[in-house]
């Protein structure tokens, strides 16, 4: 059973940045994405990565803005975002899968943690 708590979230205005963290009891291999649920909304993939880094996908919205990375000693996975909109405004979810191999489906994930809010305002 893998274990994930996200952190960093919070309130920001548009154009400014966050860090969120992702950390977990033990990775074991496995890819991890972030997602996001704005209310009355689905859940959306957001930015995935591969156990070794090499496989990276981005929604369209946050290619450019966004950028997910992995301390694999660490047990970490980080989403640094910047050129925050007001659109980005959810709870961000991380998501582990047992699976080396990065996805972008929700349904292919695993292990998830309790989400971070995070908010921009215009």
């Known amino acids: 059973q893998v274990q994930l708590v996200e952190s960093g979230g919070g309130l920001v205005q548009a154009g400014g940045s966050l860090r969120l963290s992702c950390a977990a009891s033990a990775f074991s291999f496995a890819a991890v994405g972030w997602f996001r649920q704005a209310p009355g909304k689905e859940r959306e993939f957001v930015a995935a990565i591969s156990w070794g880094g090499g496989t990276i996908y981005y929604t369209d919205s946050v290619k450019g803005r966004f950028t997910i990375s992995r301390d694999n000693a660490k047990n970490t996975v980080y989403l640094q975002m910047n050129g925050l909109k007001p659109e980005d405004t959810a709870v961000y979810y991380c998501?582990?899968?047992?699976?080396?191999?990065?996805?972008?489906?929700?349904?292919?994930?695993?292990?998830w943690g309790r989400g971070t809010q995070v908010t921009v305002s215009s």
């Open positions: 998501a582990a899968r047992r699976s080396s191999v990065a996805d972008t489906i929700v349904s292919e994930y695993d292990y």
